[in-house]
């Protein structure tokens, strides 16, 4: 992996050392890292020129931007009406069970973060959750533990299309 | 002339310039809108909303601070539905906000207490939310409290940290109902880029932001019979305390001040000033080597332009954002500090008293002197120098739970030993009075005449112009400073870290060839320091500064090296400037700090 200040210079060079740049460069560190550390932060802003502070402030802004260490993979469970009314404490209880870990946790072994999001735009096929960059819908518990397995088994290798034609 | 366009306000017609907010025109017009966000030295926010007021043609309320006016808009300020809608918004502020004002430090000058008084919110509509939320206090810092329940967001603290001190220790972090006003990564403010010039505390409306008061151990010092507790006041704070105890801004108030300070039991009451005459006669005699061993001696690692250090603020911040140019700080402590290594050795000596019974006390217009205070480089004395820092505000408290008509007070001067001072030290409080005071008495050092300006007035460096430049060139000058002859001596001065960085940034990039600068952490100096009474705005700073200089031209000696104690001390006791015992006593060390 790329140390984290070649990949910050890196992606300045990319998008430019302005104000506006923040945020692309936050999110190009994300995609590394799955989050923000101290280290990141203060390293951004000096990249920047700009007050360590306001890094801070713009990344605890965006829900997608962690700013306390994750898994590899981060699961997000939609928690918004719809997927709550079709059954999301159901799924959630089934990822809770089997990683033995609650929201906001992240398994020992550094695999898997679970966190809850609100609406990911899937209510019509609904309960959704994404694992990093991917979605999985209509989920049910048979289908998140075979998800879920299949992460596992993959030895945190990464596992796409698992029954995931309709997206 | 430009154009001007007429509005009406509540059915008065007025006329004002193109671009003035509804709000500037309606005092304008003698119409008072409440506000909260809004602050004169700071850019609009408009996210308080306490203002609205209505505009006929919109459904909507406008933020009145927010909107400019228009020709031919007609304003109503004081509807029912204007009046309403003000009541619910304080009410949601109250909401979220821990008001328990008797216990609150600002209770009595709060100004979302004022509005709620004002409004008489006498119920609660909306459910208190404090008990549902988790709040911390952060009192790590010596001079400076964070109460985040107090906090209604209004961000005038963050504006005030990037605006005005380009200092960036505050943001808005998180969002919705989450959203605070907090630190990088959340940390205390003392393990942060924190200046503690207290800038934040005098432009909070509530108690969220207030310095860490030592009133109950300056009053338990006071009433143990063994100790001495002796006082100094800084130049700023007798321009500045009578606006907390009855007078309008502008009065000076020295000898009521010196007075009550006498009533309250202080052994001795004396002048920061004095220290403030010591630190032209070190730092001025600092610049003269420095130009010395840079023009005539030819050496190129000598570091000019020579920075003052007489503002913690300063100090912190440059050990904070360019800690590569720290040697371009005097060396020099700041008046206060100055002050307290004396009083522990020179006065103690001189009054035969053993200095571990000496408490001393300081009066400063300042939150950041709390932290020097507590440097540990600051125990040259073999003690900690100065003991209890107190702000303006601070004295105030204490004088009026002392129950003395500071009104009704006769005028008192100072204790001798360390009370006598010049009119260059007075202007210390000041932005441009240490360049000032400093080349009235290097001038004369190196041409054994007066500075060539009337009445010893250096106008150039005067004003709330936020940097000021100044060139005096030496003509001239004395046989052991003829190498001297006919150079230009270029002076800047800046006050309000947002104006230091910019200088500083203009040393750093080679754009300018300064020799001296003066950097004041406040707004105007000292007199617009963080620890002044709240509010302080421009149209107070400008008063207060008019004082000092009248305090100036009042006084009978005005230069640095005329004060008879400073001739007296450097007699008896420290030799000459720059000299081994100043060395150990009067100047000091810095260190590099983080960025963040």
Same mark, same amino acid.
């Given at each position: 992996?790329? +140390?984290?200040?070649?990949?910050?210079?890196?992606?300045?060079?990319?998008?430019?050392?302005?104000?506006?740049?923040?945020? +692309? #460069?936050?999110?190009?560190?994300?995609?590394?890292?799955?989050?923000?550390?101290?280290?990141?932060?203060?390293?951004?802003?000096?990249?920047?020129?700009?007050?360590?502070?306001?890094?801070?402030?713009?990344?605890?802004?965006?829900?997608?931007?962690?700013?306390?260490?994750?898994?590899?993979?981060?699961?997000?469970?939609?928690?918004?009406?719809?997927?709550?009314?079709?059954?999301?404490?159901?799924?959630?209880?089934?990822?809770?069970?089997?990683?033995?870990?609650?929201?906001?946790?992240?398994?020992?072994?550094?695999?898997?973060?679970?966190?809850?999001?609100?609406?990911?735009?899937?209510?019509?096929?609904? +309960?959704?959750?994404? #694992?990093?960059?991917?979605?999985?819908?209509?989920?049910?518990?048979?289908?998140?533990?075979? #998800?879920?397995?299949?992460?596992?088994?993959?030895?945190?290798?990464? #596992?796409?299309?698992?029954?995931?034609?309709?997206? | 002339? *430009?154009?001007?366009?007429?509005?009406?306000?509540?059915?008065?017609?007025?006329?004002?310039?193109? %671009?003035?907010?509804?709000?500037?025109? &309606?005092?304008?017009?003698?119409?008072?809108?409440?506000?909260?966000?809004?602050?004169?030295?700071?850019?609009?926010?408009?996210?308080?909303?306490?203002?609205?007021?209505?505009?006929?043609?919109?459904?909507?309320?406008?933020?009145?601070?927010?909107?400019?006016? *228009?020709?031919?808009?007609?304003?109503?300020?004081?509807?029912?539905?204007?009046?309403?809608?003000?009541?619910?918004?304080?009410?949601?502020?109250?909401?979220?906000?821990?008001?328990?004002?008797?216990?609150?430090?600002?209770?009595?000058?709060?100004?979302?207490?004022?509005?709620?008084?004002?409004?008489?919110?006498?119920?609660?509509?909306?459910?208190?939310?404090?008990?549902?939320?988790? $709040?911390?206090?952060?009192?790590?810092?010596?001079?400076?409290?964070?109460?985040?329940?107090?906090?209604?967001?209004?961000?005038?603290?963050?504006?005030?940290?990037?605006?005005?001190?380009?200092?960036?220790?505050?943001?808005?972090?998180?969002?919705?109902?989450?959203?605070?006003?907090?630190?990088?990564?959340?940390?205390?403010?003392?393990?942060?880029?924190?200046?503690?010039?207290?800038?934040?505390?005098?432009?909070?409306?509530?108690?969220?932001?207030?310095?860490?008061?030592?009133?109950?151990?300056?009053?338990?010092?006071?009433?143990?019979?063994?100790?001495?507790?002796?006082?100094?006041?800084?130049? &700023?704070?007798?321009?500045?305390?009578?606006?907390?105890?009855?007078?309008?801004?502008?009065?000076?108030?020295?000898?009521?001040? !010196?007075?009550?300070?006498?009533?309250?039991?202080?052994?001795?009451?004396?002048?920061?000033?004095?220290?403030?005459?010591?630190?032209?006669?070190? *730092?001025?005699?600092?610049?003269?080597?420095?130009?010395?061993?840079?023009?005539?001696?030819?050496?190129?690692?000598?570091?000019?332009?020579?920075?003052?250090?007489?503002?913690?603020?300063?100090?912190?911040?440059?050990?904070?954002?360019?800690?590569?140019?720290? %040697?371009?700080?005097?060396?020099?402590?700041?008046?206060?500090?100055?002050?307290?290594?004396?009083?522990?050795?020179?006065?103690?000596?001189?009054?035969?008293?053993?200095?571990?019974?000496?408490?001393?006390?300081?009066?400063?217009?300042?939150?950041?002197?709390?932290?020097?205070?507590?440097?540990?480089?600051?125990?040259?004395?073999?003690?900690?120098?100065?003991?209890?820092?107190?702000?303006?505000?601070?004295?105030?408290?204490?004088?009026?739970?002392?129950?003395?008509?500071?009104?009704?007070?006769?005028?008192?001067?100072?204790?001798?030993?360390?009370?006598?001072?010049?009119?260059?030290?007075?202007?210390?409080?000041?932005?441009?009075?240490?360049?000032?005071?400093?080349?009235?008495?290097?001038?004369?050092?190196?041409?054994?005449? *007066?500075?060539? $300006?009337?009445?010893?007035?250096?106008?150039?460096?005067?004003?709330?112009?936020?940097?000021?430049?100044?060139?005096?060139?030496?003509?001239?000058?004395?046989?052991?400073?003829?190498?001297?002859?006919?150079?230009?001596?270029?002076?800047?001065?800046?006050?309000?870290?947002?104006? &230091?960085?910019?200088?500083?940034?203009? !040393?750093?990039?080679?754009?300018?060839?300064?020799?001296?600068?003066?950097?004041?952490?406040?707004?105007?100096?000292?007199?617009?320091?963080?620890?002044?009474?709240?509010?302080?705005?421009?149209?107070?700073?400008?008063?207060? &500064?008019?004082?000092?200089?009248?305090?100036?031209?009042?006084?009978?000696?005005?230069?640095?090296?005329?004060?008879?104690?400073?001739?007296?001390?450097?007699?008896?006791?420290?030799?000459?400037?720059?000299?081994?015992?100043?060395?150990?006593?009067?100047?000091?060390?810095?260190?590099?700090?983080?960025?963040?």
């Amino acid at each position: 992996m790329e +140390p984290i200040s070649d990949l910050i210079r890196r992606l300045a060079d990319r998008y430019g050392r302005e104000r506006s740049s923040l945020l +692309p #460069i936050l999110q190009g560190v994300v995609e590394q890292e799955k989050f923000l550390s101290e280290y990141s932060m203060t390293e951004i802003a000096r990249e920047l020129n700009l007050p360590a502070a306001d890094v801070y402030g713009t990344a605890t802004f965006y829900s997608f931007l962690e700013y306390k260490k994750m898994g590899r993979y981060i699961i997000r469970l939609c928690k918004t009406i719809t997927c709550s009314m079709k059954g999301e404490n159901q799924i959630l209880l089934t990822i809770q069970d089997l990683l033995k870990i609650k929201v906001g946790e992240t398994t020992p072994d550094g695999n898997f973060s679970l966190l809850q999001t609100n609406c990911l735009g899937f209510c019509h096929k609904a +309960p959704a959750m994404l #694992i990093n960059n991917e979605v999985y819908n209509e989920l049910t518990p048979e289908k998140v533990r075979d #998800i879920l397995t299949s992460y596992i088994n993959s030895n945190g290798g990464g #596992i796409k299309n698992v029954n995931n034609s309709s997206t | 002339m *430009e154009k001007r366009i007429k509005i009406t306000i509540n059915g008065e017609t007025t006329e004002v310039q193109p %671009g003035t907010s509804v709000l500037d025109a &309606a005092h304008q017009a003698g119409v008072i809108i409440p506000t909260l966000c809004y602050h004169k030295d700071l850019c609009v926010a408009g996210n308080c909303r306490v203002c609205v007021i209505e505009i006929a043609g919109q459904k909507r309320l406008a933020a009145a601070c927010a909107t400019p006016c *228009e020709d031919g808009m007609e304003v109503l300020t004081n509807t029912l539905k204007v009046r309403n809608s003000r009541k619910h918004i304080i009410e949601l502020l109250l909401s979220e906000h821990n008001a328990e004002c008797t216990s609150c430090y600002r209770n009595g000058n709060c100004e979302l207490q004022k509005l709620a008084s004002d409004y008489k919110i006498m119920t609660q509509d909306f459910i208190d939310l404090i008990p549902f939320k988790n $709040f911390t206090i952060d009192n790590f810092s010596p001079s400076i409290i964070k109460d985040d329940s107090k906090c209604i967001k209004c961000q005038r603290c963050v504006r005030t940290c990037a605006e005005l001190q380009s200092v960036n220790a505050l943001t808005m972090a998180y969002k919705g109902e989450h959203a605070m006003i907090t630190t990088f990564f959340e940390k205390s403010m003392n393990d942060v880029v924190c200046t503690n010039c207290g800038q934040c505390v005098n432009h909070c409306p509530t108690g969220a932001l207030t310095e860490k008061n030592y009133i109950e151990e300056v009053w338990s010092a006071l009433a143990d019979k063994n100790k001495f507790v002796v006082v100094q006041t800084a130049p &700023a704070v007798r321009v500045g305390l009578g606006e907390e105890l009855g007078f309008d801004p502008g009065k000076r108030v020295t000898g009521k001040m !010196v007075a009550a300070l006498k009533r309250l039991g202080f052994y001795a009451v004396m002048d920061t000033d004095f220290t403030a005459d010591l630190t032209i006669m070190e *730092e001025g005699t600092e610049l003269l080597m420095r130009l010395k061993d840079a023009l005539y001696e030819g050496r190129e690692d000598v570091k000019l332009p020579l920075a003052t250090s007489c503002s913690p603020g300063w100090i912190k911040f440059i050990e904070h954002i360019y800690p590569d140019f720290l %040697g371009h700080l005097s060396s020099c402590k700041s008046p206060q500090q100055m002050f307290g290594a004396l009083v522990k050795t020179y006065y103690a000596k001189a009054r035969k008293i053993n200095p571990s019974k000496i408490v001393s006390v300081s009066i400063m217009p300042c939150t950041a002197k709390k932290f020097e205070a507590a440097r540990p480089e600051m125990r040259d004395s073999g003690f900690r120098d100065v003991d209890y820092v107190l702000t303006t505000r601070e004295l105030a408290i204490m004088i009026k739970q002392a129950g003395i008509d500071f009104l009704k007070l006769q005028d008192m001067s100072f204790d001798r030993l360390m009370g006598e001072s010049t009119g260059a030290g007075v202007i210390f409080g000041a932005t441009g009075g240490v360049m000032e005071a400093a080349l009235r008495t290097a001038y004369e050092i190196v041409t054994g005449r *007066e500075v060539p $300006f009337e009445n010893l007035n250096i106008t150039p460096v005067r004003g709330m112009e936020g940097v000021k430049e100044a060139s005096i060139t030496i003509e001239d000058p004395l046989k052991e400073w003829a190498f001297l002859d006919g150079v230009q001596l270029n002076c800047a001065v800046a006050h309000g870290l947002a104006n &230091a960085k910019i200088v500083m940034d203009a !040393v750093r990039d080679g754009k300018v060839k300064y020799h001296f600068i003066e950097f004041m952490a406040c707004p105007g100096g000292c007199l617009g320091g963080g620890g002044q009474p709240i509010p302080t705005n421009p149209e107070i700073r400008k008063r207060r &500064a008019q004082a000092i200089y009248a305090e100036d031209a009042g006084m009978p000696l005005r230069k640095s090296h005329q004060n008879p104690e400073v001739i007296k001390i450097y007699k008896e006791f420290l030799g000459k400037p720059l000299g081994e015992k100043s060395h150990k006593l009067l100047h000091t060390t810095y260190i590099k700090r983080t960025n963040f």
